[in-house]
């Protein structure tokens, strides 16, 4: 995506990480991130803030991983993915440049952008 394009809190798109770019136990792989940071910066810079989703072992999850169904996303005409139901990793969040930005799958609810914010906040202790 070109960086300057105009990216919204709640979207999520592919992306892919390399294997050689992760340390620990780091998401990698192609998979749907969230973009969890607000609309303001995601204009102002070439970066936005975005947690990775993943549908393996969805159950049993700690509180700040939120479940995500898939009633939850309005896909994007240009999505062909089928969507399941995956949990938001806000215990994983990343600032990815917005060239990594791949095609997009499609935008979360307002009710569901604001639990994965929720997540994120509980994660970095904010109140």
Request: with cysteine; proline share 6%; aromatic share 4%.
């Amino acid at each position: 995506m070109d960086p300057t394009a105009e990216v919204h809190q709640g979207e999520i798109f592919w992306v892919t990480i390399r294997q050689s770019e992760i340390r620990g136990s780091e998401q990698f792989g192609r998979r749907p991130f969230i973009v969890v940071s607000r609309d303001a910066v995601n204009k102002a810079v070439k970066t936005v803030v975005a947690v990775p989703m993943s549908t393996s072992n969805v159950l049993n999850q700690p509180p700040y991983r939120i479940a995500i169904p898939p009633t939850e996303i309005a896909r994007d005409v240009s999505c062909t993915s089928e969507l399941v139901l995956s949990v938001a990793k806000a215990d994983q969040v990343r600032v990815l440049g917005k060239e990594r930005l791949e095609q997009r799958i499609g935008r979360l609810s307002q009710t569901a952008t604001i639990s994965v914010t929720l997540g994120v906040a509980f994660v970095l202790n904010i109140r």
